[in-house]
């Protein structure tokens, strides 16, 4: 199975200034075939269910801000905040879903606070 | 627009059964798939496994192999998560998430629901 690891597990900037935020997988989530990366980014706020951010490594979801952007390939990935807001305080989680049957699995999370 | 909305909070006892639903509206129920993923108290997110509801093929994680099963009701856009067999580590918020046919990142997830396995 394809393990993800964060870094940091926890993080805090100052308002307007950049985070980021790094995931490793243990193995390539690239394929080959198609050249995408397989490897999507979300966002938890307390109580609620998380909120896709960035999918394929780089393309970002359908009304997310543009402050939010992803990075890598392979097996090293970025989530950069270019501007962080106070709306931005949350938890944030890599996945992979490079897998055939379907399966995924998601990095142990990165906490984001302002400082 | 597209919603999951899933069944209310449960409370069962060590080795009882749970069933969460979790009912679909605002798309082609078909055309996407369904995965449960779970969070235990102030822990991480967890994968249990897919279903299409396309064709009812899953796939579950390893560790619940044998403990869980995923079907879906095409009928009603209803898909459906038995958890066997609870034990206190299984107590945990309960979600839904659909992904486009057998792509597994989630654009829509439902709003939870917590299971409680205690004694």
């Known amino acids: 199975d394809i393990v993800m690891t964060q870094s940091p597990d926890s993080l805090a900037v100052s308002l307007g200034e950049r985070a980021t935020i790094n995931c490793k997988s243990s193995q390539s989530v690239l394929y080959s075939s198609n050249n995408k990366n397989y490897l999507a980014w979300y966002q938890q706020k307390p109580g609620q269910p998380p909120k896709l951010l960035i999918y394929w490594a780089s393309t970002r979801e359908s009304g997310v801000p543009d402050r939010f952007s992803g990075s890598g390939s392979g097996t090293d990935f970025t989530l950069t905040i270019s501007s962080l807001q106070a709306e931005d305080v949350a938890v944030y989680y890599c996945q992979q879903y490079y897998s055939t049957p379907p399966k995924c699995s998601f990095g142990q999370g990165t906490k984001l606070e302002i400082k | ?119």
């Open chain 2, 1 to 119: 627009q597209v919603q999951l909305v899933q069944s209310g909070a449960e409370v069962k006892k060590p080795g009882a059964s749970v069933k969460v639903s979790c009912k679909a509206s605002g798309y082609t129920f078909t055309s996407y798939g369904i995965s449960w993923v779970r969070q235990a108290p102030g822990q991480g997110l967890e994968w249990m496994g897919w279903i299409s509801a396309y064709n009812g093929n899953t796939n579950y994680a390893q560790k619940l192999q044998g403990r869980v099963t995923m079907t879906t009701d095409t009928s009603t856009s209803t898909a459906y998560m038995e958890l066997r067999s609870l034990r206190s580590d299984d107590t945990a918020v309960y979600y839904c998430a659909r992904g486009q046919w057998e792509l597994l990142y989630f654009d829509y997830w439902g709003q939870g629901t917590l299971v409680t396995v205690s004694s």
